[in-house]
């Protein structure tokens, strides 16, 4: 079974601290992502990673950034967290050429900025 | 702009009737969608997908329908069952494997 994981559940930090969400999958994938999900707009891409060290903005990237440094581990860096980025974050991975395109999902992170 | 849709934000259905979950798209260039299922605390899990050189697509008890002269998709389930009460997302692809999400829908099926 592919296993995607993330370093914490829930997480409460404060307005400007650095916040750091871990993502790390078992199945040796060439492609990873993280997301944001909040009610009535779904799943929005905020980066993705086709390869250790290569990183794309997705839609909403903004007050975010990511780091690949080993292909297992995907981390998204939260660099002054604001009261608008609580939210829940979810990391995907999927192998590179995947016919049908389908993503492995971790359990997600709720982050809580106050 | 969210290019995808989904204009139901709930849906409940009985035990062994049919639950169809409606999903609309702006973009023509989409060349695949999927359906995932996400239960309460977990992540997304995959359900079903359909290329869009189809039109049809059956696994078990759910089938995914593309009408692309409509824009619209469409997910069957049959019969539905309590297990499958959960928020189901519908998605889009322009390339590799970057999606576009639509909001959810949140199933319930009742006894």
């Known amino acids: 079974d592919v296993k995607v994981t993330q370093s914490s559940r829930y997480l409460v930090k404060r307005t400007g601290e650095k916040v750091f969400l871990e993502c790390v999958q078992d199945?040796?994938?060439?492609?990873m992502f993280w997301y944001r999900q909040d009610p009535g707009l779904g799943l929005r891409l905020i980066y993705f990673?086709?390869?250790?060290?290569?990183?794309e903005k997705g839609d909403i990237p903004e007050g975010y950034s990511v780091s690949r440094e080993k292909k297992e581990r995907f981390s998204l860096i939260l660099e002054s967290a604001s009261t608008n980025q609580t939210s829940m974050y979810l990391c995907?991975?999927?192998?590179?050429?995947?016919?049908?395109?389908?993503?492995?999902f971790g359990p997600g992170t709720r982050l809580t900025v106050t | 702009d969210q290019q995808v849709k989904q204009n139901s934000p709930s849906l409940s259905v009985q035990e062994g009737r049919i639950s169809i979950l409606n999903c609309d798209y702006t973009?023509?260039?989409?060349?695949?969608f999927l359906w995932y299922k996400k239960y309460p605390a977990e992540g997304p899990t995959f359900l079903i997908s359909?290329?869009?050189?189809?039109d049809k697509n059956e696994d078990g008890r759910f089938t995914v329908f593309l009408n692309k002269s409509a824009k619209h998709l469409s997910l069957h389930i049959v019969p539905s069952q309590p297990g499958d009460s959960a928020v189901y997302f519908c998605?889009?692809?322009?390339?590799?494997?970057?999606?576009?999400f639509g909001a959810g829908t949140q199933v319930v099926v009742t006894p």
């Open positions: 359909i290329s869009s050189i189809k």
């Open positions: 199945m040796d994938h060439e492609n």
């Open positions: 990673s086709y390869d250790v060290k290569m990183k």
């Open positions: 973009n023509s260039m989409f060349d695949y």
């Open positions: 998605a889009a692809s322009l390339s590799w494997g970057k999606f576009q």
């Open positions: 995907a991975s999927n192998p590179r050429g995947a016919r049908s395109y389908e993503q492995y």
